[in-house]
Nanobody, 120 residues
Framework: QVQLVESGGGLVQAGGSLRLSCAAS????????MGWFRQAPGKQREWVAS?????NYADSVKGRFTISRDNAKNTVYLQMNSLKPEDTAVYYC????????????????WGQGTQVTVSS
């Protein structure tokens, strides 16, 4: 019932910037948390940033990445500055959707992933 569409990935040189976006649509009562994960080749998926109340960041991206939300559009953004080769990964949007006011009535959704490649 909920679809996440990611965009904004691409190829950039070290030190460059990219802005990712993830828009949620469908049957949404409310959204508890929106965040970003990434998975580099041969590595486990790792958490990057989230925005439920105050924004939170992994230490590896703190000071370089900024997460923001447009609640009216159910969209989350990830502004990535000072990119490093180690930031190369597929980035996935994650959204926790609340279907009603009941505490148990929630679902997590994942975006399709967008490739970010940082060259050196």
């Amino acid at each position: 019932q909920v679809q996440l569409v990611e965009s904004g990935g691409g190829l950039v040189q070290a030190g460059g910037s990219l802005r990712l976006s993830c828009a949620a649509s469908g049957s949404i009562f409310s959204i508890d948390v929106m965040g970003w994960f990434r998975q580099a080749p041969g590595k486990q998926r790792e958490w990057v940033a989230s925005s439920g109340g105050s924004p939170n960041y992994a230490d590896s991206v703190k000071g370089r990445f900024t997460i923001s939300r447009d609640n009216a559009k159910n969209t989350v953004y990830l502004q990535m500055n000072s990119l490093k080769p180690e930031d190369t990964a597929v980035y996935y949007c994650n959204v926790r959707v609340r279907n009603s006011g009941r505490y148990w009535d929630v679902n997590d959704y994942w975006g399709q992933g967008t490739q970010v490649t940082v060259s050196s």
